[in-house]
């Protein structure tokens, strides 16, 4: 079976929505909580499945906490890891070789993409985009509009808690 058909299945078989732009490049809509939705490429080369996800922008604040947090996650993660892309932007990326590359990895993989970019994204933004949260909150209060998906941020964004 050739690579292009083990991932074809494996998404087709995990309903996943996806797009195939040319040969060997998927693009993958992984569905979240936290991070609503995170974008991922697997991209075919000569030797290896790339994989590469948008986590979120490079952080407004508290750089080295901020990258110094990112890089304690490395170490438990699973196929993929967090990098910087040159603007500063962080992303979760990995690389397979063909061989080890079965419905059952592609699976796996995306299934920890998911996990990562869901799991930590709150905490990341915590971190590196505190002050902005506060004044997107308090912006959205001063207008009468909702503040429903800043929820997980109203421990230190709402002025009245």
Request: aromatic fraction near 10%.
């Amino acid at each position: 079976m050739s690579l292009a058909a083990v991932i074809e299945a494996a998404l087709t078989s995990m309903e996943l929505s996806y797009e195939s732009p040319r040969s060997g490049s998927y693009l993958v809509k992984l569905p979240g909580t936290h991070k609503l939705q995170t974008m991922t490429w697997l991209v075919v080369d000569e030797q290896a499945l790339n994989i590469e996800a948008f986590f979120c922008r490079g952080p407004d604040e508290n750089h080295q906490e901020f990258y110094r947090w990112l890089l304690s996650k490395n170490g438990s993660m699973y196929g993929v890891h967090f990098a910087l892309d040159h603007r500063g932007d962080v992303h979760l990326v990995g690389r397979i070789p063909h061989e080890g590359v079965t419905e059952a990895e592609v699976d796996r993989l995306l299934g920890c993409v998911l996990t990562y970019a869901d799991e930590l994204f709150d905490p990341a933004l915590e971190i590196g985009f505190a002050t902005s949260i506060r004044r997107e909150w308090e912006w959205r209060l001063e207008r009468g509009e909702s503040t429903a998906n800043l929820q997980a941020f109203a421990r230190f964004a709402d002025p009245e808690r």
